[in-house]
């Protein structure tokens, strides 16, 4: 039989371009650096040995409190974090998400809380080096403990006051994870602090949000977290956390550069910007003694150590 002719169409150039010579450049880019910090990040520096120790003598006193402990846990935001993270896990699974550290506490029980207060500074839970930006991580605790504390004073009616705690003190935490696993990075961030999306890929608000909801806490907290820097803070304790940060750095205290505030996040937060600034002064003041004596009972662990 004749052979039956086949239609003849058109070669087509590959439509597919070689593929790069510099993997390493499609590898580190933006999305992999975020995604990278994500998977790395499942706990936070826990360096505030003075306050873990009292805190586990706390915990083993007859007159111990849940909210007692949970302001003595407020001095390490690292840990703060621990306890939250852990307090909403499988293990202590409930109806009910835990965004205060109060009510944290009493879901884990003091045993617990001292147990972990004891072993944290042994762990060196992803410490940061004592290394020329050792500086720089200890002034992000100084800041994350006052804001914390800022925004729970200034917390109105209708706002938890330990829940503004608790979003105050972790609202950096896409900050810390830069300045743990990101050294580099954090240092140019340190000059210029606008290059995060050039460098990254995501802010540190956006960062932090994402790890806040990737360690299940309430979606309240993840969003304070996300939106701290935004221009316009959606909610109400967003815009608290936000006027706290921006006080706390007008007071000198911090990384970031200082920012105006907004009479929008102001006014979402319902604080008035003056009688912030006259409630919070005294609160600062307070913060530098305690830190003082602190610094004096690490001299003293060192020298028995």
């Known amino acids: 039989m004749p052979t039956r002719n086949r239609p003849r169409f058109p070669r087509r150039e590959a ?3 070689a593929p790069p010579t510099d993997y390493a450049e499609v ?3 933006p999305v992999s650096a975020r995604d990278t910090l994500l ?3 499942s706990s936070l520096p826990l360096g505030n040995a003075a ?3 009292r805190l586990s003598q706390l915990c083993e ?4 409190t849940a ?5 003595e846990a407020a001095r390490d935001e690292g840990f703060s974090a621990l306890l939250l993270k852990l307090a909403n896990s499988a293990y202590y699974a409930s109806a009910t998400q835990i965004a205060d550290l109060a009510t944290a506490v009493a879901r884990l029980g003091l045993r617990t809380v001292a147990g972990l207060a004891v072993a944290a500074p042994g762990l060196r839970l992803l410490a940061g080096s004592n290394d020329k930006l050792a500086p720089a991580r200890r002034e992000l605790h100084r800041h994350a403990v006052r804001v914390g504390l800022a ?6 009616s209708g706002v938890h006051a330990e829940r503004a705690l608790a979003a105050g003190l972790l609202h950096n935490l896409g900050l810390n994870v830069i300045a743990l696993y990101e050294p580099t990075v954090f240092e140019r961030l340190l000059s210029s602090p606008d290059a995060e999306r050039e460098l990254l890929g995501v802010s540190h608000a956006e960062l932090g949000g994402e790890l806040a909801l990737r360690w299940q806490f309430p979606e309240a907290l993840c969003e304070a977290i996300r939106e701290h820097d935004s221009p316009v803070p959606a909610t109400e304790l967003g815009a608290l956390v936000q006027v706290a940060d921006l ?3 007008e007071a000198g205290c911090g990384i970031e550069p200082p920012r105006e505030l907004s009479p929008v996040a102001c006014h979402t937060a319902r604080v008035r910007m003056e009688s912030a600034r006259g409630f919070l002064g005294p609160l600062f003041q307070a913060q530098d003694r305690l830190e003082q004596r602190m610094a004096q009972e690490l001299e003293a662990l060192d020298t028995l150590s």
């Open 67 to 71: 909210a007692g402990i949970a302001l």
């Open 39 to 41: 998977e790395r990040a």
């Open 151 to 156: 925004a729970r004073m200034l917390a109105p």
């Open 51 to 53: 306050a873990l120790l």
């Open 27 to 29: 590898l580190q880019g």
């Open 15 to 17: 439509h597919f371009r």
């Open 61 to 64: 006193s007859p007159m111990a």
């Open 247 to 249: 006080l706390v750095r």
